[in-house]
């Protein structure tokens, strides 16, 4: 849990232009212009927006310079220009390379620049110019459009503004493709291998789509030379994830198996007691009235009602004690909370049909979400909710985050700080919505960034588009990241502390390559990070281990997915035994070599 310093990687500084007050071009209190000269005039890697001057006032409040934009500027109008490319006057203009700086100085006065010439910035130069602390969680390295700074600083966001107290939050925004959630697992692997964040702070994530989070104790085999350098700058490990629990929904058909890619991972299935007070997230808003809400509400009152199966056979004894009566009271209470026939009857079509439409997710055979062992120092719990119901998902973010911030609010979590990952946010906090099921999460997500910083819950969104995510939310993130994203989605005036330069450079973006804006920062600074330190994409072993298991007759499945999921935690220290294991299971031979040959071959 080291860190590492910046250094300069060259230490030739040169003169390589200087300020200047011209007319239309006078400095005011935050910019100026200057020229580059000499051999310097046509330097294109001087000329690109971020990079960063220390303009030489002989202070001691070192004042710095960020280019905003370049311009090449000529002594002649555009007749005079044209009449020289048809040979009219024989001398060449005058010509010059115009940058305009955004200034900074150290004390963070603001003053006109007067006439001083300026070097290129050191690391310390450019970390004091954008404001880049010296400490902090690293997630990258300072970078130019051309991906090639002469010299480079580690961007780092303070511990206390990532989790809190002080401040909170991040939110990573982009195109499809362009590493979102590389850039969110780098983060998290940085805030686990910090020294002031790893030994306090557990990390629980929703992998709502495909498998990008399904893998984080897995090897990323893509790593490059350069994913290699930027991991040992950052001072951050590019191994993966060390404690790792992977946990879904119970399969509907399955039982006690889990519905999701990883065929190891921990099953887990929802009862009344578990979601009974949001019964919302779950039934259609259609089939709630004044009448139905009552009921309900009672019914979560109740502390002998564990399962939904004990809900409908509460409503069915109620009934048959109604006999021919209209109303009828349902937990034996006074006449005051009597419900009508009706809506009993209506209660029990529900409830029965939410079982038999969430088969496994609702009373299924496996235990409920442990959110205790989630809580462990070092912990990143992968919650599969890929292949769930819009409203499954709903209800399982609701619940989780309902019950950690139970836990730090009663001070009984074994950890001080949580941060949530969470995949396409704008799902669960859109900007607006008429769907009450989408308000009982949504409001869970603005109680989050609203007052999680007190508390020590953080948030780390996902997401395409981050202006359709609820303002409450957006407003209270510390830290914003763009990848790609288009023109029209940066109109909304969430991107307003973004220059038109800016804009266009965001436009433009690698993957790799982020617009990092975090409250604290003088400018948004662009950002290089590694690929992530866990595989995205499903390993050969676990195709092959999904073979053996699909090979499996149905009735030997479960014992086969224990054989797997012990070959998979001791990391198959045991394979000639697993094999034997599974071949007396009557899995199929050409699977079980797949398997092998995998396993030897990482």
């Known amino acids: 849990m080291s860190q590492t310093q910046d250094s300069d990687e060259s230490t030739e500084r040169p003169v390589v232009g200087h300020t200047i007050i011209a007319e239309h071009m006078e400095p005011n209190n935050f910019e100026c212009y200057a020229v580059l000269t000499g051999d310097y005039k046509d330097d294109r890697s001087l000329m690109e927006p971020g990079t960063v001057f220390e303009i030489e006032e002989g202070s001691d409040d070192r004042c710095f310079g960020i280019v905003e934009e370049s311009q090449r500027r000529s002594e002649r109008d555009v007749i005079a220009e044209e009449l020289s490319r048809r040979g009219a006057p024989d001398r060449d203009p005058m010509t010059s390379t115009l940058i305009r700086l955004k200034t900074f100085r150290e004390s963070g006065m603001s003053s006109p620049v007067g006439r001083f010439e300026i070097r290129p910035a050191t690391a310390e130069g450019i970390r004091i110019a954008y404001g880049i602390p010296e400490q902090g969680i690293p997630v990258g390295r300072y970078t130019l459009p051309s991906g090639v700074p002469t010299v480079s600083a580690t961007v780092r966001i303070p511990p206390n503004f990532l989790l809190g107290p002080e401040t909170a939050h991040m939110n990573i925004g982009g195109k499809s493709g362009y590493g979102k959630t590389a850039m969110g697992l780098v983060t998290a692997k940085s805030v686990l291998n910090h020294h002031e964040t790893g030994d306090n702070t557990a990390i629980i ?6 498998d990008d989070l399904l893998y984080p104790d897995q090897p990323n085999t893509e790593h490059t030379d350069r994913d290699r350098e930027l991991y040992s700058q950052m001072g951050v490990d590019r191994d993966p994830f060390d404690d790792v629990v992977i946990t879904a929904p119970e399969h509907p058909s399955r039982e006690g198996q889990p519905r999701s890619e990883r065929i190891d991972a921990e099953p887990f299935s929802l009862s009344w007691n578990d979601i009974g007070d949001r019964y919302r997230l ?3 808003s259609d089939d709630i009235n004044d009448n139905f809400a ?4 009672e019914l979560a009152t109740a502390d002998n009602l564990r399962s939904f199966e004990q809900v409908a056979d509460q409503l069915e004894e109620a ?9 009828t009271t349902v937990l034996n209470r006074d006449d005051a909370n009597r419900h009508n026939t009706a809506t009993i009857r209506k209660g029990i079509r529900i409830f029965e049909g939410l079982v038999d ?7 299924g055979y496996s235990d409920s979400i442990d959110v205790d062992e989630m809580l462990t120092s070092g912990r990143l719990t992968v919650i599969d909710i890929d292949k769930c119901t819009p409203r499954q998902k709903r209800a399982v973010v609701s619940l989780v985050r309902r019950e950690i911030q139970d836990r730090l609010d009663r001070r009984v979590a074994d950890v001080d700080n949580v941060l949530i990952v969470a995949d396409e946010l704008n799902k669960f906090a859109p900007r607006s919505t008429a769907n009450e099921s989408i308000k009982e999460v949504k409001n869970d997500i603005v109680d989050m ?3 999680g910083r007190s508390i020590g819950t953080a948030l780390l969104g996902i997401e395409q588009y981050p202006s359709k995510i609820d303002r409450s939310v957006t407003e209270n993130v510390a830290t914003m990241a763009f990848s790609r994203l288009r023109m029209t989605e940066m109109g909304n005036r969430l991107y307003q502390t973004l220059s038109d330069e800016k804009k266009e450079t965001v436009t433009r973006l690698e993957a790799g390559y982020m617009m990092v804006d975090f409250d604290n920062f003088q400018e948004p600074v662009l950002t290089r990070y590694p690929r992530p330190p866990c595989a995205q994409e499903q390993p050969d072993v676990f195709e092959s281990a999904n073979e053996v298991w699909r090979s499996v007759p149905e009735g030997r499945r479960r014992r ?3 054989e797997l999921r012990d070959g998979m935690e001791d990391e198959w220290e045991d394979l000639g035994e697993i094999l034997e294991e599974l071949e007396d299971l009557h899995a199929e031979p050409e699977t079980l070599d797949s398997l092998q040959a995998a396993v030897e071959g990482e």
């Open 294 to 297: 009552r009921l309900a509400n």
């Open 205 to 210: 994530a929703f992998n709502v789509k495909s």
């Open 449 to 451: 960034a609203e007052r």
């Open 357 to 363: 439409d969430n088969s496994g997710f609702l009373d």
């Open 282 to 284: 779950l039934i259609s």
């Open 560 to 562: 086969a997915v224990e």
């Open 319 to 327: 009934l048959l004690s109604a006999g021919s009566a209209n109303t």
